[in-house]
């Protein structure tokens, strides 16, 4: 018996203009899948044709005749195709941060009357909301990119579409500074500010979660063992359960206060108990990629003699 063919992806990629949808695509054309950006929606079904590597396609306000429910409707006959699996993600943003990217770029919004910075951009980030809202509620996938650096944005992406994942569910575990936010797409989030801070100790405050004396500092805590054993005793019965409900991702949010200490050591110890019971992790520290981030964008800035690059693409 000749095994079953499985299903072609195709990842349409929507959104707010300035949210980084085009980043989105990158990163999926990084991964093997063939991109267009932007084309007509009467050829959008037929992008499907005979080919066999996995699709991607961004539709946005820019489309002449653009109207979100008709697109709706050509994704749910694509939904009903054999041989088609079809995903819908949604780049978002909040109104400052899309104003403020598109000043930094100097950038015309495709729907900002006159193409002038100011009150006409968020004029046209209001019009761009309203008229995407169908697809937003729509979407299989939600990315609000406001906070997320681009290594973050890429692990998410390439945990969800890779193409050669394997099956079952995958855990992402996220360590972050609750000062900062909690984490918009966390499914489970715990709060270890209660351990003993490291950021105390002058020895240990320049170090990270990752270092064996800040890993040894927080595990001597007097209430980790009982920490510890209850957080994997309420995980681990857990997640065959979201397996058994059809979850296929799901996301635990680890924070403490400063994002670099106590919630990353735990977020490193639950991956190596997770990854040692058979399931798949990936593992990102928010704080420590936000590091990351700006110094790279500072250096590229700095080697084309401008302003700070803002970190998403519109």
């Given at each position: 018996?000749?095994?079953?063919?499985?299903?072609?992806?195709?990842?349409?990629?929507?959104?707010?203009?300035?949210?980084?949808?085009?980043?989105?695509?990158?990163?999926?054309?990084?991964?093997?899948?063939?991109?267009?950006?932007?084309?007509?929606?009467?050829?959008?079904?037929?992008?499907?044709?005979?080919?066999?590597?996995?699709?991607?396609?961004?539709?946005?306000?820019?489309?002449?005749?653009?109207?979100?429910?008709?697109?709706?409707?050509?994704?749910?006959?694509?939904?009903?195709?054999?041989?088609?699996?079809?995903?819908?993600?949604?780049?978002?943003?909040?109104?400052?941060?899309?104003?403020?990217?598109?000043?930094?770029?100097?950038?015309?919004?495709?729907?900002?009357?006159?193409?002038?910075?100011?009150?006409?951009?968020?004029?046209?980030?209001?019009?761009?909301?309203?008229?995407?809202?169908?697809?937003?509620?729509?979407?299989?996938?939600?990315?609000?990119?406001?906070?997320?650096?681009?290594?973050?944005?890429?692990?998410?992406?390439?945990?969800?579409?890779?193409?050669?994942g394997a099956p079952g569910m995958a855990v992402l575990l996220q360590s972050f500074a609750f000062p900062k936010g909690l984490p918009r797409e966390a499914d489970l989030v715990f709060d270890v500010r209660f351990l003993r801070n490291p950021h105390y100790v002058p020895a240990l405050k320049p170090l990270t979660g990752k270092d064996a004396p800040v890993a040894e500092y927080v595990a001597e805590d007097t209430d980790f063992p009982a920490f510890w054993q209850r957080l994997t005793g309420f995980i681990d019965p857990l997640l065959p359960r979201y397996v058994a409900?059809?979850?296929?991702?799901?996301?635990?949010?680890?924070?403490?206060?400063?994002?670099?200490?106590?919630?990353?050591?735990?977020?490193?110890?639950?991956?190596?108990?997770?990854?040692?019971?058979?399931?798949?992790?990936?593992?990102?520290?928010?704080?420590?990629?936000?590091?990351?981030?700006?110094?790279?964008?500072?250096?590229?800035?700095?080697?084309?003699?401008?302003?700070?690059?803002?970190?998403?693409?519109?």
């Amino acid at each position: 018996m000749s095994e079953a063919i499985p299903p072609r992806p195709f990842v349409v990629v929507t959104g707010l203009s300035g949210a980084g949808k085009a980043s989105i695509l990158h990163i999926l054309e990084d991964l093997g899948y063939e991109t267009v950006d932007n084309p007509p929606l009467s050829i959008l079904e037929s992008l499907v044709g005979d080919g066999t590597l996995p699709l991607a396609a961004g539709i946005d306000t820019r489309t002449r005749g653009f109207d979100a429910e008709q697109v709706k409707l050509a994704l749910d006959r694509l939904r009903r195709t054999p041989g088609v699996a079809l995903s819908l993600v949604f780049a978002t943003a909040e109104d400052t941060v899309l104003l403020r990217r598109y000043t930094e770029t100097r950038r015309r919004h495709p729907l900002a009357p006159g193409g002038a910075l100011g009150t006409s951009v968020a004029e046209g980030i209001a019009r761009e909301t309203a008229m995407l809202e169908p697809l937003r509620e729509a979407a299989d996938l939600i990315v609000d990119t406001s906070g997320l650096p681009m290594p973050s944005l890429r692990q998410m992406v390439e945990r969800r579409f890779r193409p050669d994942g394997a099956p079952g569910m995958a855990v992402l575990l996220q360590s972050f500074a609750f000062p900062k936010g909690l984490p918009r797409e966390a499914d489970l989030v715990f709060d270890v500010r209660f351990l003993r801070n490291p950021h105390y100790v002058p020895a240990l405050k320049p170090l990270t979660g990752k270092d064996a004396p800040v890993a040894e500092y927080v595990a001597e805590d007097t209430d980790f063992p009982a920490f510890w054993q209850r957080l994997t005793g309420f995980i681990d019965p857990l997640l065959p359960r979201y397996v058994a409900e059809g979850k296929k991702y799901l996301t635990v949010a680890i924070g403490c206060t400063g994002g670099r200490h106590r919630s990353v050591l735990v977020t490193e110890r639950l991956a190596d108990h997770l990854r040692s019971l058979g399931w798949r992790v990936d593992v990102t520290h928010r704080e420590l990629a936000s590091d990351h981030d700006r110094v790279a964008h500072s250096a590229i800035a700095r080697s084309e003699g401008g302003q700070e690059a803002p970190r998403l693409t519109p």
